[in-house]
């Protein structure tokens, strides 16, 4: 798995793995986990830059209606992950 890592809104670094990456609507979404090797959460990630930004900004999605429509995108990608 993909390891990236972002700064948080206190400049602390936070780390995730990428599960798995697509795009909808033109906008990409990255399924991303906290572990590579436990269970942990899953988290919807949201690239929300802007054309001029130098660095991707992500955010977590949290509206429930984006959030089904992605995930069930992430389900069809990944047959064997339970995606709740």
Same mark, same amino acid.
């Given at each position: 798995?993909? !390891?990236?890592?972002?700064?948080? +809104? +206190? ?5 995730? #793995?990428? %599960?798995? !990456? ?6 990409? #979404? ?12 899953? #988290? ?12 991707? %900004? #992500? ?5 429930? +209606? ?19």
């Amino acid at each position: 798995m993909e !390891k990236i890592s972002f700064a948080g +809104n +206190n400049g602390d670094a936070i780390e995730f #793995y990428v %599960i798995e !990456k697509t795009t909808l609507g033109g906008v990409d #979404y990255m399924l991303v986990t906290e572990s590579e090797t436990e269970d942990a959460d899953a #988290y919807v990630l949201k690239d929300v830059s802007k054309a001029g930004d130098a660095d991707g %900004i #992500y955010e977590i999605v949290d509206d429930e +209606n984006e959030l089904q429509a992605i995930g069930q995108v992430f389900q069809s990608l990944l047959d064997d992950i339970d995606i709740q």
